[in-house]
């Protein structure tokens, strides 16, 4: 008897966390708000601290990101051609260049605020939109816009479309073109040199 009540208990406690699954504008606005309240409270990133910003990032919103969705995009039709080392490898320094673009915005973060706008999703969606603004004193909004896709019981991030332009579709242009013209292990190549220095300074 008290064995089946324990069961019960745990099969209950399951089915609450799988329900309880965090919709994807709630987890942007979570994220954001987050992320920007240890910017506004921390003296050493305000100042620039390159270790601060690169470990924010890493822990508050690369977690929300599907690397291999945004890999394989990015890559287009050379995803499928890549080796599975080459793919590993290709993740590993794409997702460093993302880290480092990341702590390089944040650096640059002035007051700004983030209005979310209603979220348009059917009950059976796989894939969203959250749509965004970053509204700056004296200046035009910016359009800033998520696409989230499901993954069993949460939501990652796999694209972001600021001002009309696609982060997937703007990096799959620059890194087709040296993959057509020096190979997939050049742009890799190119990818960790760029990473390594900019790291090490």
């Known amino acids: 008897m008290i064995k089946n009540f324990f069961i019960a208990l745990s099969l209950l406690c399951f089915s609450g966390l799988a329900l309880a699954v965090e919709s994807p ?11 920007l309240a240890i910017v506004q409270s921390d003296a050493d990133i ?5 270790a601060k910003l690169l470990a924010l990032a890493e822990e508050k919103i690369l977690p929300n990101f599907n690397f291999v969705r945004v890999s394989r995009l990015v890559l287009g ?20 260049l993302l880290l480092r673009t990341y702590a390089t915005a944040l650096s640059k973060y002035k007051n700004q605020k983030i ?3 209603p979220l348009r999703m059917a009950d059976d969606a796989k ?6 603004r970053i509204i700056q004193s ?6 800033v816009n998520y696409s989230l896709a499901r993954e069993g019981d949460a939501w990652k991030v796999y ?18 073109q040296e993959v057509r013209q020096h190979g997939l292990d050049s742009l890799i190549k190119k990818l960790a040199a760029k990473n390594a ?5």
Request: avoid cysteine; hydrophobic fraction near 40%; glycine fraction near 4%.
């Open 115 to 117: 209005e979310f706008l």
């Open 138 to 143: 004296g200046a035009q909004p910016i359009s």
């Open 25 to 35: 504008d709630a987890l942007v606005k979570r994220t954001a708000e987050a992320v």
């Open 77 to 96: 039709k050379n995803w499928t051609r890549a080796t599975p080392e080459q793919r590993t490898v290709f993740q590993a320094e794409f997702r460093t």
């Open 46 to 50: 305000q100042a620039g601290d390159q």
């Open 197 to 201: 220095a900019a790291l090490a300074r």
């Open 159 to 176: 694209d972001i479309v600021i001002e009309a332009v696609s982060l997937v579709t703007n990096y799959r242009g620059q890194f087709s």
């Open 127 to 132: 894939t969203v939109s959250v749509k965004t």
